[in-house]
């Protein structure tokens, strides 16, 4: 659901922004939100671009992302999260052969569609945890980056399995896993893919030598001396950064039913945006691009018997849903999937 969000504490816009509309590309679902500038009709010449974590960490920012985009919108800043190939919304692809090419490749198909949505020449990439590791390899190969934010980052693919395979033993050792289609590291019902794991370990960004951005935000993890080290080693480089400690980390990723978003989070990334966005000058005409979102029908997404396809419906088309239909013959009732309202839908 895509309504406004409203607590006493929270310090973010908490006004009624533009609605999310649910886009479809490279087999996958991305939920874009134009920038909220009903009274000049313009915006920045830079959007943003949300690169996710996977499991626990993704569950646990579902919400935060959500927030974030609203906080974006009101400075005038469109943006775009998206799900990896494998998971969320998006369809199994049939092997995962190539590796983390797989995810890779769907964040500059994510990158394209943003700029085609929302006519900007310039991206900023916001990543949390293994999506903060992904964004900085994927950006490296990208044209007109300005702006890479890190939270909480992933450091080394390495590193982030290991951690990774000793929670789950800790957190649910007796879990039933399902590996019909990937075998590899697992949490319950989470299976991280061997081609996607093997392509990880590969690959670090705590001792790069160059950055692929001009402008870098690291949120860093309290009492963790590898972000401090980091920190230090990206203050060496020639990029702007600006680092600080992710304020109320421990309660955004202890539980996914329970995360607590991080306000002061928020406020800090999308000022942070904002402020880049800035810098660089540009303006683009939001107001042409309503002609094209409204008529924007998203492509059905074709499965094994099966397609799917994204609906905005309800008060204001505010909520948002998958209709997951048969290729062939309909039989029996239709079925209603309702969410609990933390957790994501999919499944």
């Not at 099966?306 to 505010?318: L, M, S, Y």
Request: proline share 5%; net charge negative; charged share 20%.
């Amino acid at each position: 659901m895509n309504a406004g969000f409203a607590s006493s504490q929270m310090s973010v816009s908490t006004q009624q922004t533009s609605v999310d509309h649910p886009v479809t590309f490279a087999n996958t679902v991305g939920l874009y939100k134009p920038a909220d500038v009903s009274l000049s009709g313009e915006g920045a010449d830079t959007a943003v671009l949300f690169v996710s974590s996977w499991g626990f960490e993704e569950l646990c920012a579902r919400k935060f992302w959500r927030l974030l985009a609203g906080d974006l919108a009101t400075r005038g800043l469109s943006s775009m999260r998206f799900d990896y190939p494998g998971t969320g919304d998006a369809i199994d692809p049939v092997d995962y052969d190539d590796g983390l090419d797989l995810w890779l490749d769907s964040i500059r198909a994510a990158a394209a569609k943003l700029r085609e949505l929302s006519q900007v020449r310039q991206l900023i990439l916001i990543g949390h945890g293994l999506g903060a590791l992904l964004a900085w390899k994927a950006a490296e190969t990208m044209d007109n980056v300005v702006g890479l934010a890190l939270a909480a980052p992933a450091l080394s693919g390495r590193h982030w399995l290991r951690e990774f395979v000793a929670l789950s033993r800790v957190a649910n050792p007796d879990a039933l896993q399902h590996r019909a289609q990937a075998s590899g590291p697992a949490m319950g019902e989470q299976v991280f893919p061997d081609s996607l794991a093997a392509s990880l370990r590969t690959i670090a960004i705590s001792s790069a030598t160059s950055v692929p951005a001009p402008n870098i935000l690291l949120l860093k993890q309290e009492n963790r001396p590898a972000d401090e080290q980091f920190a230090t080693h990206l203050a060496a480089l020639d990029t702007e950064l600006r680092a600080v400690v992710f304020p109320g980390y421990n309660n955004f990723v202890r539980d996914v039913l329970f995360s607590v978003p991080s306000f002061k989070a928020i406020e800090m990334l999308s000022g942070w945006a904002a402020d880049v966005a800035a810098k660089q000058g540009g303006k683009t005409a939001v107001l042409q691009q309503e002609a094209l979102l409204q008529g924007l029908s998203p492509q059905p997404l074709a499965g094994d018997g099966f397609q799917e396809r994204p609906v905005r419906f309800g008060d204001h088309k505010r909520l948002y849903g998958i209709m997951c239909e048969p290729l062939g013959q309909r039989r029996g009732a239709t079925v209603i999937v309702a969410p609990t309202g933390y957790e994501r839908m999919s499944g």
